[in-house]
């Protein structure tokens, strides 16, 4: 059984569209836990009226995703899943997606498979996992690398971001949960995923299970628009910010081997100083 984790904070209409599209799939072995931390815009009132079927646990405003995603995992593990798929809200999965899911675990029973990311706009790829170059601090996007007759089936990455990511529950059981102290917010999913390769387990992309994103919808892009002095303090220092000195220095010392390190820093923070001025 998979038990399917979403985390939310408003956006109503963002959750009401990721849930309508979990009722149409075609594979109907999944539950499906929304954490909704303290939403004010009625989310929690459709919950109960229009998705009887959907487990509901409540926060208090302060759980950020990774507290909110560990209370929906460990409620999941609690009734014996096994596996959790961790999803964003502001998603929408193809009918096939959960099927697909499904056909690749049974295959590679012990491996995290993410999710391909298609523009809702556009149906056009927008993700397909990558893989880190520490020392340079840059990434293969499979996407631009694979041709377009090989995006299928699973591809192995490095890391993978948690809106759409397939995780048994051995990997739990052997490394915990997601770092919610050391990074309540941004990075976490990354840090833990490459957390779990150290410990063994393979990471991938499955090209089959498609989800539809809205990238203009993300915090971090969200916050680019018409930019302030506070704005840009919030996407240093902010918790949603996406490029808090904070995290990104304690999910370097967490993960990023030590001959790379200072390179690593170095090109990270002048990336994340400068690049919200010039983009």
């Not at 931390?37 to 989310?43: A, E, N, V, Y």
């Not at 997601?178 to 990354?190: E, F, N, T, V």
Request: charged share 25%; glycine share 8%; net charge positive.
């Amino acid at each position: 059984m998979i038990y399917i984790v979403i985390p939310v904070f408003n956006r109503k209409q963002f959750t009401k569209d990721c849930l309508d599209s979990l009722r149409k799939q075609t594979d109907k072995r999944f539950e499906v836990v929304v954490v909704d931390d303290g939403s004010t815009d009625g989310t929690g009132e459709m919950l109960k009226n229009d998705y009887p079927e959907v487990h509901v646990l409540n926060g208090d405003g302060n759980l950020f995703w990774t507290a909110a995603t560990n209370m929906g995992i460990e409620y999941a593990l609690e009734k014996g899943t096994d596996y959790v798929l961790t999803l964003n809200n502001d998603v929408i999965a193809k009918e096939d997606y959960i099927e697909k899911m499904y056909y690749w675990a049974e295959k590679k029973p012990k491996a995290l498979l993410g999710s391909l990311a298609l523009d809702t706009k556009t149906d056009k790829p927008t993700y397909g996992g990558e893989i880190i170059n520490w020392f340079s601090h840059s990434y293969i996007f499979l996407i631009d690398t694979l041709p377009e007759s090989e995006r299928k089936g699973l591809h192995e990455v490095s890391h993978f971001p948690g809106r759409g990511l397939l995780i048994p529950k051995e990997v739990f059981e052997k490394i915990g949960l997601y770092a919610q102290k050391a990074l309540p917010h941004y990075m976490a999913d990354h840090d833990f995923t490459h957390k779990a390769k150290r410990n063994g387990f393979k990471i991938y992309c499955n090209y089959d299970a498609a989800i539809y994103t809205y990238p203009e919808a993300s915090g971090d892009q969200q916050n680019r628009k018409k930019k302030s002095i506070k704005k840009y303090k919030d996407h240093l220092f902010g918790i949603r910010g996406g490029g808090n000195l904070r995290n990104f220095t304690i999910y370097t010392l967490r993960n990023c081997p030590l001959y790379s390190m200072p390179s690593f820093l170095l090109i990270g923070y002048t990336k994340r100083i400068l690049g919200y001025l010039i983009h």
